[in-house]
């Protein structure tokens, strides 16, 4: 599986952008996809999550309400439409995927759960 994401960019405060990541390969092996950002000196964190199957979703508490995942199966593509953009959103957004079936899909908020990464891409909020 190999996925591409597209759509990072600069962006003042309060303004929205909308991430896209492409799927290609064995894609009808994966059950849940997801959005996870890494700032410059911290860790890598969760984002967003949604079951390709059932569409339930679930988002970090820091982007809850501002923020919303949603997917087009029919041609494998996850988005991020984030509004609302904060300074403290600025970061390198990553689209991952993982095989595993979830009993409760917070489970996928763990980076390690993921089995396929994007390259990433940059967003810059200013203030």
């Known amino acids: 599986v190999q996925l591409v994401e597209s759509g990072g960019g600069l962006v003042r405060g309060g303004g929205s952008l909308r991430l896209s990541c492409a799927a290609s390969g064995r894609t009808f092996t994966i059950y849940v996809m997801g959005w996870f950002r890494q700032a410059p000196g911290k860790e890598r964190e969760f984002v967003a999550a949604?079951?390709?199957?059932?569409?339930?979703?679930d988002y970090a508490d820091s982007v809850k309400g501002r923020f919303t995942i949603s997917q087009n199966n029919a041609n494998n593509t996850l988005f991020l439409q984030m509004n609302a953009l904060k300074t403290e959103d600025t970061a390198v957004y990553y689209c991952?995927?993982?095989?595993?079936?979830?009993?409760?899909?917070?489970?996928?908020?763990?980076?390690?759960?993921?089995?396929?990464w994007g390259q990433g891409t940059q967003v810059t909020v200013s203030s």
């Open positions: 991952a995927a993982s095989r595993t079936h979830f009993n409760n899909i917070v489970g996928s908020r763990n980076s390690g759960e993921h089995d396929y």
């Open positions: 949604i079951n390709r199957f059932s569409g339930s979703t």
